[in-house]
C-alpha cells in the first residue's frame, strides 16, 4: 500500500511565524504536491514536484515556498503566516503511469492532511 | 485551464437507496478521471477512477460513468450504507500531472 505521511495532524502558529509542514511517501513515486482544502472551494494546487530540486507553481502559490531535497520528501513553506493561510493542507504523491497506447496518467494518494490554525 | 463543477454539494439518501452525484468539466483534452472519499478528519482516498478511453467502470456497489462528447461524469452508489457517509471529490487530469478538483459532495445516508 502506498503510505503518504505527514508531519502534523494539527497545527497553531502565530501570523508572522515561519512554518514548514513536511510530507514523505514511502512509494518512489516523482510526483509531489501541495493542496490546501477549504469549504465550498475544494482543493486547490499550491506547489507540485515532477523530480527532485525541482518545483513548478499552482493555482495558488502566494505566500508560500516549496522545497523537495529528496526524492521521498516535499516540504511546504509559510515564510510569514498570516491568519487567511488557516486551512486544511494536503500532501499528495503520484508515480507517472505509461499506458499501452502511450498515454500517461496519474494516480494520485493523500496524506492524512495538516489543519493548520494562524492566530 | 480546466474548470470541474461538482454538483450537488449536499445530498441525503436512506440507507438502501442509491446516491448520484455528477461532474462537468471543460476542458476535452481531459483524459484521467478519479472519484475520492475523504472521512472526517482523513485525507481523500481514491475510491475509483476511470479513463478516456472507457464510458463506463464499476466496482461492486461503485460505478462510474463517462459522456466524452457532453463532457460530464457521475459516481453512482448503490445499496447506500451508513458507512458511505462522507465527503465525495471528483476530479479530472489534463497533463496527467495536474489535477483540477470538483468542490465536493456530502454525503448522508440515514439508517
Redesign the interface.
Known amino acids: 500500500d502506498v503510505k503518504?505521511t505527514q508531519s502534523s495532524r494539527y497545527l497553531v502558529k502565530r501570523t508572522g511565524e515561519k512554518v514548514f509542514l513536511e510530507c514523505v511517501q514511502d512509494m518512489d513515486h516523482e510526483?509531489m504536491f501541495w493542496y490546501r482544502q477549504d469549504p465550498?472551494?475544494?482543493?486547490?494546487?499550491i506547489y507540485?514536484s515532477?523530480d527532485v530540486k525541482m518545483k513548478e507553481k499552482?493555482d495558488i502559490p502566494e505566500g508560500y515556498s516549496v522545497s523537495r531535497e529528496k526524492k521521498e520528501r516535499f516540504s511546504l513553506i509559510l515564510e510569514s503566516a498570516s491568519t487567511n493561510q488557516t486551512s486544511m493542507y494536503?500532501c499528495a504523491s503520484?508515480l507517472?503511469q505509461k499506458?499501452k497506447?502511450g498515454?500517461?496518467?496519474?494516480?494520485?494518494?493523500?496524506?492524512?492532511?495538516t489543519r493548520l490554525t494562524v492566530l | 485551464g480546466e474548470n470541474v463543477e461538482?454538483h450537488p454539494?449536499t445530498l441525503s439518501v436512506q440507507e438502501g437507496d442509491s446516491a448520484v452525484i455528477k461532474c462537468t468539466y471543460s476542458d476535452s483534452a481531459s483524459?484521467?478521471f478519479?472519484w475520492?472519499k475523504q472521512e472526517l478528519?482523513?485525507?481523500?482516498?481514491?475510491i475509483i477512477?476511470i479513463?478516456s478511453?472507457v464510458g463506463e467502470k464499476k466496482d461492486q456497489r461503485i460505478a462510474v460513468t463517462l459522456n466524452k462528447t457532453a463532457k460530464h461524469f457521475s459516481l453512482h452508489i448503490t445499496e447506500t450504507q451508513p458507512e458511505d457517509s462522507a465527503v465525495y471529490?471528483c476530479a479530472a487530469?489534463v497533463t496527467?500531472?495536474?489535477?483540477y478538483?470538483?468542490?465536493?459532495t456530502s454525503l448522508t445516508v440515514i439508517p
Open positions: 503518504v510526483n465550498g472551494l475544494g482543493l486547490r494546487l507540485f515532477y499552482g494536503l503520484s507517472l499506458l497506447l498515454a500517461s496518467t496519474d494516480t494520485q494518494y493523500f496524506g492524512p492532511g | 461538482q454539494s483524459n484521467y478519479p475520492y478528519g482523513k485525507g481523500p482516498q481514491l477512477d479513463r478511453n471529490f487530469s496527467g500531472n495536474q489535477f478538483f470538483g468542490t465536493g
